[in-house]
C-alpha cells in the first residue's frame, strides 16, 4: 500500500509565520545579492584544505578543529574498531542502559586530563552547560554570568529557575559588585565564564575570578570549549596557561572541536559528577554516546598527550598569522587565542569581504548581528596546527588585496 507523504499545507496566520517569512526573506535578499555563506556543504574531512560541493578548494579559516586531528589514524582507527565491537549506537540512556565499557574509559581519561576526580559525558556541548547549570542551581540561588558567555550558559540560567544576573565583559569590578550585593541573600552563588570568548578571542580573568569567587564564596563553573587542546604549553586549558592547577570547581568542555568527535563534559569532584548523573535531565534523557564517538574522543586525548608538537605548532601558526593582520592594518580585538576576529563594523562591508576572501580560496565567516551587536560585524577566523606556511601565505594576501579593493585598509 502506497502512503502518500506529501502534507497539506495549513495556513496560520500568527507570530510564527511572521518570523518565518521574515528569515525567509532576509536569507532570499543575502542569495540574490551573492552574500550568503552558509551551509556550505564540505567533501572529505576538514582540515587545513577542503573542498566544497562545487569542486573549488579553499584554505580553511573557520574551522574549530584547532589541532587538525580529523582524520588522524590513531583516532580514525579506534573509531572504526569500536563500531566492530559495539555497533554503531547505544540502544538507551546512560542511567538505564545505555552506558558501556567505552563511556566509562571516557570519563576517566578525561578525569586525567583535566585533572579532577571524575568526569560526566553528555550528548553534546550545549546540553552539557544547560545541565550542569540546571542541575546545580534552581530556586533561591543566583548565577552571575560573563555579558559574552556562550548561548547555552544563558540559556542553562534561564532554565534553571534560579536568579541570573550578567557582569560587562571581563569587567572584574562589576563583578566584585554583583557579588558583594549577593552575599548572603542567595543559597548558592554560581559564577560561570567562557575560558575563551568564541567571538572575541580574548581570556577570561582566571586569577581575579578565582580570586573573587573565593572571597565571596561562590562556585565556579568555566566553559573550556575553545581552549582544551589550544591553550597551555600542552593543550590542558586555561588553569595551564595561567599556571593555576586545581583552581576551578567546575570544568566545562567539548569532544567536538580540538577533540574531533561530539559531545560534551563536565569534570569535577566524584560527588558532584555522581549527583549529576543522577540528578541533571539531559543525562537522564538523552541516547547516550555512540561507541565511535566515545572511542575517538579516548584516542584524542591521548594523541594531543603524545604529540605535544601540535600545541606548539598552532600557537607559532597564531602568532604569525595574528601579527601578519596587524601589520596590514587590521583589527584583530584582544584576542590571545586560535580564534582571531577581524573587526569589520559594517554588516554588507563584511559580506563583501567574505565574497572577495572566498573569490580567492579562503574559506571564512561572516559574523553579523544578532550574533553580535549591530556595528560590530566580524569575520571570526580560526587557526589550526595543520596550517602550513603557504596556508598562511595566501591567507594574508587574500585579506590584504580585499582589503585594499574594499577601503577598508
Not at 370 to 399: N, Q, S, W, Y
Request: charged fraction near 25%; hydrophobic fraction near 40%.
Amino acid at each position: 500500500m502506497r502512503v502518500n507523504t506529501v502534507e497539506r499545507k495549513v495556513s496560520i496566520d500568527d507570530g510564527i509565520s511572521a518570523r518565518v517569512a521574515a528569515l525567509i526573506e532576509r536569507r532570499d535578499s543575502l542569495k540574490s545579492a551573492n552574500r550568503y555563506f552558509y551551509l556550505k556543504a564540505i567533501s572529505g574531512p576538514t582540515n587545513n584544505r577542503v573542498q566544497t560541493s562545487d569542486g573549488r578548494e579553499y584554505v580553511m579559516l573557520a574551522s574549530y578543529s584547532y589541532l587538525g586531528l580529523i582524520g588522524h589514524p590513531k583516532i580514525d582507527a579506534a573509531a572504526k574498531e569500536a563500531i566492530g565491537e559495539y555497533g554503531t549506537g547505544a540502544g538507551g540512556v546512560r542511567l538505564l542502559t545505555g552506558t558501556m565499557e567505552l563511556h566509562e574509559q571516557l570519563e576517566a581519561r578525561i578525569a586525567r586530563f583535566t585533572g579532577r576526580e571524575d568526569a560526566c559525558v553528555y550528548s553534546s556541548g550545549y546540553s552539557t552547560n544547560i545541565a550542569i547549570i540546571t542541575g546545580l542551581t534552581g530556586p533561591g540561588d543566583l548565577v552571575l554570568m560573563d555579558k559574552l558567555d556562550h548561548a547555552s550558559i544563558v540559556d542553562g540560567a534561564l532554565l534553571s529557575g534560579a536568579k541570573w544576573k550578567t557582569y560587562r565583559h571581563n569587567d572584574m569590578g562589576h563583578l566584585e559588585k554583583l557579588l558583594a550585593e549577593a552575599k548572603g541573600a542567595y543559597n548558592t552563588i554560581l559564577v560561570v565564564a567562557d575560558s575563551v570568548f568564541s567571538m572575541d578571542g580574548d581570556l577570561m580573568d582566571l586569577p581575579r575570578t578565582v580570586e573573587l569567587c573565593r572571597k565571596y564564596g561562590a562556585r565556579l563553573m568555566v566553559d573550556e570549549a575553545h581552549s582544551i587542546g589550544s591553550l597551555g604549553a600542552t593543550g590542558h586549558g586555561i588553569e595551564e596557561h595561567f599556571d593555576m592547577p586545581g583552581v576551578i570547581d567546575l570544568k566545562m568542555g567539548t569532544l567536538s572541536k580540538a577533540i574531533p568527535s561530539v559531545g560534551g563534559y563536565l569534570a569535577a569532584s566524584h560527588e558532584i559528577v555522581e549527583y549529576q548523573r543522577h540528578m541533571s535531565r539531559p543525562f537522564i534523557f538523552s541516547a547516550a554516546l555512540p561507541p565511535a564517538q566515545a572511542a575517538a574522543a579516548i584516542a584524542a586525548f591521548d594523541v594531543i598527550e603524545d604529540e605535544p608538537e601540535r600545541v606548539t605548532a598552532l600557537h607559532r601558526i597564531t602568532e604569525k598569522y595574528t601579527n601578519g593582520l596587524k601589520a596590514q592594518g587590521w583589527n584583530t580585538m584582544e584576542s590571545e587565542s586560535c580564534v582571531v576576529p577581524v573587526l569589520i563594523g559594517d554588516e554588507a562591508k563584511t559580506m563583501d569581504l567574505t565574497r572577495m576572501l572566498f573569490d580567492r580560496g579562503v574559506f571564512v565567516c561572516p559574523i553579523v548581528h544578532p550574533a553580535v551587536p549591530r556595528g560590530m560585524d566580524r569575520l571570526r577566523t580560526c587557526l589550526m596546527a595543520t596550517h602550513t606556511e603557504a596556508d598562511i601565505k595566501l591567507a594574508l594576501e587574500a585579506f590584504h588585496e580585499s582589503g585594499k579593493k574594499l577601503g577598508l585598509i
